[in-house]
């Protein structure tokens, strides 16, 4: 059963564009969520979390929002650069786990 | 501050066989997670082991076991592969329990034939 929803596989930007990448998930115990950034042969790097008491988390070009109601969350990229190309995973985890649950990975390119 | 480094990078094995994967947790960590992770999926949660007892198992056999030393590094090991354990294997390291921002290595890519 997969908690945490990633729908989109795939994502194209042009550089200096928006990049908005989308999760869903299903279990409202989760209460923290994070996005890691992975590249090809090597483990996936945290890149920006946010807590369920928040809407909202920014840090430089990365925003992550959440909506609780919806059960939704997305992490925006401002500008975007061919560096961000990589594969996005986001990840939940609960108040009474230990551990992540994760999306299934969008994969953004960003077209230079 | 060392990261978290795993080993081997890559590896082939046969079906039945068994197999031992290992990760150095980066320094001050006391708590190790290991996930799965199949082509196409994200990563699955194996199990986590905080100052060396077994501390929380995902939906996985039996035959994935784990184990964790005084110096905080860990082994996976996985008895009686099948084909479909075939999988990149991925340890993350953190320095507690609710490890919200883990560390994780670049991972093991194990192929099962």
């Known amino acids: 059963d997969q908690q945490v929803k990633q729908n989109s596989p795939s994502l194209s930007v042009q550089e200096g564009r928006?990049?908005?990448?989308?999760?869903?998930?299903?279990?409202?115990?989760?209460?923290?969520?994070?996005?890691?950034?992975?590249y090809p042969a090597e483990g996936p790097t945290f890149l920006i979390s946010i807590s369920s008491i928040k809407d909202k988390n920014e840090d430089g070009r990365f925003t992550v929002f959440l909506n609780k109601s919806a059960k939704h969350l997305s992490l925006h990229i401002v500008p975007s650069q061919p560096g961000d190309s990589a594969v996005y995973f986001c990840a939940a985890f609960g108040t009474t786990g230990?551990?992540?649950?994760?999306?299934?990975?969008?994969?953004?390119?960003?077209?230079p | 501050e060392t990261?978290?480094?795993?080993?081997?990078?890559?590896?082939?094995?046969?079906?039945?066989?068994?197999?031992?994967?290992r990760c150095s947790s980066q320094s001050g960590h006391n708590t190790v997670s290991w996930y799965q992770q199949a082509l196409g999926q994200g990563p699955q949660f194996i199990f986590q082991y905080y100052r060396e007892e077994e501390n929380g198992r995902g939906n996985f056999p039996p035959r994935f076991s784990g184990l964790q030393f005084p110096n905080y590094s860990s082994e996976l090991n996985v008895n009686a592969l099948e084909l479909?354990?075939?999988?990149?294997?991925?340890?993350?390291?953190?320095?507690?329990?609710r490890n919200t921002e883990a560390f994780f290595g670049q991972g093991t890519r194990l192929t099962v034939v």
């Open chain 1, 18 to 38: 928006i990049s908005i990448l989308n999760c869903d998930y299903t279990n409202s115990m989760f209460d923290y969520f994070l996005w890691y950034k992975k």
């Open chain 2, 3 to 21: 990261g978290v480094t795993q080993s081997p990078t890559h590896l082939i094995k046969t079906r039945g066989q068994q197999v031992t994967l």
């Open chain 2, 84 to 97: 479909d354990d075939s999988a990149l294997y991925l340890c993350a390291s953190s320095p507690g329990r």
């Open chain 1, 98 to 111: 230990n551990q992540f649950y994760f999306g299934t990975g969008t994969s953004l390119t960003v077209i």
